[in-house]
């Protein structure tokens, strides 16, 4: 048993531009059978930090919109809070650093951007899903409402899944900041005595009363926290951090199972889309972009969330690394890219435990759409 996996290359002609390309693309892939007339569809994406340039052109995602629209259904643009301190942290700074990144209302076709965990990365649905890791999962409330999901991942390296494609953009994209918690950490924030002020700001935004002042320094108690993560983003000196001491296999885990809730009200009701382009080795949400590793290749578009991000790290392999960044190995030719960047990551595991979950497959079969003749 095999899983369609649709690609085009980035050739267009006087007959069929790129978008028009992009469009064909996501038809033939299924998307009538996904949204219906009305249907309030979240089109999943990463806006990209300010200063970085690798996250999908707004062109791009204007033209997925106009095909969402043309089947009648409402699309939505939606991404979730950061864990991080950032200019995605709240709705208000994620929203403007969206806008100034090219996805402004007039430019996305009057489309609406609302950000699917509310104002502080509060609002949040808990879905119940009994699983190795995670007995429940905390899901941006948009997003688990909607009534179809269209996911549009930036395919790239990254620091903790070796590549971040469609998994991760369910998986980690779509959880609230106490889901972004959970899954990276397995204890409460740790507070820098040297750097905490004693400002009270993170004791009089903590929902849990887990946090105290002694000798003018916050401390947590860490049988009380619930790990909400706001202390994090209300610190105004950087004082509250995450305890990274989540082991990579037991993170990748958490991802899928998160990606599990994500799409446990999504039966045939979901469609997936890489972008293999702009193939940075790190994640957009870092305020820049390093170099690509490799030449841009196309994008993917699929009904299999496992399927087509083992097509699209099959393509990237297959490629020749490029010289002068930070891809220093495995440069040839079916060499594993993703294991050169982070050689302490087995990247496979995740397609593997997704597959066991019952999310999809890893055996796929390419079907190349040819581009339409002059």
């Known amino acids: 048993m095999t899983a369609d996996v649709f690609f085009i290359d980035l050739e267009a002609t006087s007959k069929e531009n790129l978008p028009q390309k992009l469009s064909r693309l996501i038809k033939k892939a299924g998307l009538k059978d996904i949204v219906s007339d009305n249907d309030l569809t979240a089109v ?5 930090e300010q200063g970085n340039t690798a996250y999908i052109r707004p062109v791009f995602i204007r033209k997925i ?16 809070n ?5 200019t995605r942290s709240d709705s208000v700074s994620h929203i403007h650093t969206a806008i100034e990144n090219g996805f402004s209302y007039s430019s996305m076709d ?4 609302i950000i699917a965990d509310g104002l502080r990365g509060k609002s949040e649905t808990e879905i119940q899903i009994d699983q190795k890791n995670c007995k429940q999962v905390y899901i941006g409330s948009e997003i688990i409402g909607a009534d179809a999901l269209v996911s549009v991942a930036h395919f790239k390296g990254h620091e903790l899944t070796g590549f971040g494609g469609t998994l991760k953009n369910l998986g ?3 959880a609230s900041r106490r889901g972004k918690l959970d899954m990276h950490s397995n204890v409460s924030p740790k507070i820098k005595r040297k750097t905490c002020i004693g400002c009270r700001e993170c004791e009089k935004h903590c929902p849990a009363e887990a946090i105290y002042l002694e000798e003018k320094k916050a401390y947590i108690k860490k049988d009380v926290c619930i790990g909400c993560a706001e202390c994090i ?9 995450i305890t990274w001491n989540q082991t990579v296999p037991v993170f990748l885990e958490k991802m899928i199972e998160y990606t599990k809730g994500v799409l446990e009200n999504k039966e045939k009701k979901s469609l997936f889309i890489n972008f293999i382009t702009d193939i940075a080795p790190k994640c957009d949400c870092l305020p820049y972009s390093e170099a690509p590793i490799v030449n841009n290749i196309g994008v993917l578009a699929s009904t299999d969330p496992v399927a ?9 392999n297959q490629q020749k690394g490029l010289p002068g960044t930070v891809l220093e190995t495995n440069l040839n030719p079916g060499e594993d890219k993703f294991k050169g960047l982070y050689p302490y990551v087995d990247w496979e595991y995740q397609l593997d435990y997704a597959q066991s979950l019952g999310l999809g497959i890893r055996k796929y079969k390419l079907v190349k759409l040819k581009t339409l003749s002059y």
Do not use: E
């Open 65 to 80: 919109i106009q095909t969402i629209k043309a089947h009648k259904a409402k699309p939505f643009l939606t991404d979730a």
């Open 44 to 48: 999943k994406i990463h806006f990209g």
């Open 172 to 174: 980690m994209g779509c």
């Open 233 to 241: 983003v209300r610190c105004p000196t950087g004082s509250v951090n």
């Open 110 to 113: 009057a489309t609406p951007i």
């Open 308 to 316: 087509i991000d083992q097509a699209s790290a099959d393509l990237v």
């Open 82 to 86: 950061t864990l991080y301190v950032g």
